[in-house]
């Protein structure tokens, strides 16, 4: 029963929750998204936490969740960017293999910092798996066109609409969903582990989407909250999470949230020269930067 | 008033240097260069130097201007590819706050190694920048058209003054800036501060335009100074500054200019693709192999 | 006569064998291969070894062969992708030099994660190499056209032709080389170090191979060995070399072998985007991330 316990949780530490409610709550998210991203979702997740056990990491990281989340979504995004079929099915649980190993390498290196890996392991795995899938006819014939929300509708005029579904879809699309009430099914996930975590995830979008509309991004894109969810990620982990909670802390949680939104632009326009996705890499990369910067600056601390 | 000096060291350790009489006369070369250098460099120095004070840096690393030197260049870089309006006024701020706060991740890292951030910290702002603006129609509608010199006027055949320009047009170029008389100024700056410094920017300047000469490069970007500024750099860095003087590191300093103007064509073409500018990215990257590798060489040692 | 033999033992490393014996029939199989291949092999082994050796780098490292393999790497693919002429000459010396020094900056990090430096140093200054040749008239004017052997042929039906010939050019590629005798050759040099290096290599190649099959990469590919190459030198890394053998350990090697293969096509699309080449880049990131992560893996023990 216990052992059944950590799947929950494994999805719940996306967001770094280690609640198995939040994650009983995030698999239904899922699967009110769509039932691949349910099925596909917890495949990569059980998939991972079980490479883990098997290579014999230790029992307290497997039992917390830290093995699975980046197999959840390892699962979840490749169902969406190759479709749902048994070579997804083989490919899902190598590639959560694959991200096991990696999440165990990145510790080696990362640890002497103090930082954790985040959802490095997924953005890579990913990233590799969608660059090298049109090579394999069989890989590759299933999978559908994804454009962006903009390339139907351009413009940069927000509406309201835009706005208010823009904010619930930031913290769905931590998880690649676009549909405003999953992203708030999502928020209650997290609102039963923390209100402080509900609120820091919620504000972060919002800041994320005024960021982008103050510098002239798409509309569309921010309506499905394109802009929105790596802030989600950078907020959570900078209020709080892995830096002591301060005014000044905060300030600090702010300054990175808008700086994951500014980043976004930056790494979808150099993906769509190269033909991947932006994923997590913009909280991955801010989350790195802001975290492995406090030990120098003397107004802040890390969280213990 | 020694606050204020903080400032034009900021600017002078661009070069490696922390007079601030060398600071004053980058400064003068700047607003030579054109006001908008001079306004957007030193709005850039000072948000980076405040946003480290602020966040409680070592004072000794504020005041010698060790925390400046990366946000004078993302103001003036920013500048140069997005034009001077309100926006990027409020862009360099908010690059240079970010600056800094990578400036303290990196040295986290770097440290262990014994080696500097260097530009870095502005290599990679400005990159991820100058990729995500195009997404954002605010701030991308003033950015000017910026072809390589050789595009309006190609061909191999390098001519005198082609050479004698670029020999100073590398000195400058290190701050975007590319009339001789510029450079000079630069140069006369160097001065100020150590002979031997000016002495190695300007051979280094010299040796990076005849390797891309001798390869075969266009002669419009060697007039232009593109194969130079990064050799100079490379050179300063390497003689005397961080690694002992002697004559086998003046050998290894000439190897590393030589690589510098090699990498610099290598990094050109990359993000021509990606639509990125080569920066000081050579220069980073060539000197943290040679000083991470001189430990191990027992005919040379680190400066102290 | 002892200083002689840090040659072949230089080439021999490329495949982690410290025999001299080995190293000759490598160097046997670059000269059936095409004379060009033998003789830019040695240069780049001589130049590189050379460099170490007046930096100062320890004797027992030159000795061993271990400052020698970039180099042989560095010369026979700077030959093949831009000709056999006099700049290439002046080229392959420069470029093994940087190689040295980069293969000591790389050993100052990654020695203290107990990873040495694979084939890196070669991967990066390659791969910077071919990206900035074509800026430069006089590097890129003998630069043969290398369209992959799939465009002439286009089909994923493989034949049994394609199967045998890529598993022997599986182990032959990792010299750039596409013939199967000259594959053989290669496979009896590693059998004369050892019985298990050589069938590790083999079955790698084979694993490679039916990955590759069996997500539908180009039948012609497989055929010329693309997919096995850095398959071969992952199985050997793993498999006892770096590992401790045992069954898990095994298990471990199949796993990374095959990530390998996947891997590939990811990099293969990237660098066709970017214009540079696949090299053995996938065998070097697998091999670091399946190193870094034993030390966490009670169940798996690194060799000594």
Not at 31 to 50: E, H, P
Not at 180 to 187: A, N, T
Not at 195 to 206: E, M, T
């Amino acid at each position: 029963m216990d052992a059944a316990l950590t799947i929950p949780r494994g999805v719940a530490q996306v967001d770094f929750q280690s609640s198995y409610w939040t994650g009983l709550l995030f698999i239904i998210a899922l699967f009110v998204g769509g039932w691949q991203f349910g099925v596909f979702g917890l495949l990569g997740t059980v998939t991972a936490t079980l490479t883990a056990y098997l290579l014999g990491i230790t029992k307290d990281r497997v039992s917390m969740g830290l093995e699975g989340f980046n197999g959840t979504l390892i699962g979840v995004g490749l169902v969406l960017y190759l479709g749902a079929d048994w070579m997804t099915v083989a490919l899902v649980i190598g590639a959560a293999v694959a991200g096991s190993v990696l999440t165990s390498a990145m510790n080696t290196v990362l640890t002497p910092y103090n930082l954790p890996t985040f959802t490095a392991p997924f953005c890579v795995v990913t990233t590799v798996v969608v660059l090298g899938a049109p090579s394999f006819e069989r890989l590759w014939s299933g999978a559908p066109d994804l454009p962006p929300p903009s390339a139907a509708d351009p413009g940069t005029a927000m509406s309201w609409s835009d706005f208010w579904r823009g904010s619930f879809n930031g913290v769905g699309q931590v998880f690649f969903q676009d549909k405003w009430y999953v992203g708030l099914i999502f928020l209650a996930g997290l609102a039963v582990a923390s209100r402080l975590v509900a609120a820091a995830a919620f504000v972060s979008s919002v800041i994320g989407l005024l960021v982008g509309w103050w510098f002239g991004a798409q509309a569309a894109d921010l309506g499905a909250g394109l802009y929105g969810y790596n802030p989600v990620l950078t907020g959570i982990a900078l209020t709080g999470t892995f830096v002591l909670l301060s005014r000044a802390g905060v300030v600090y949680a702010v300054i990175g949230a808008a700086t994951a939104a500014g980043l976004t632009a930056g790494l979808t326009d150099l993906f769509d020269v190269l033909g991947g996705h932006t994923l997590t890499w913009p909280f991955v990369l801010v989350s790195w930067v802001f975290l492995a910067a406090v030990p120098l600056f003397s107004n802040l601390r890390r969280a213990p």
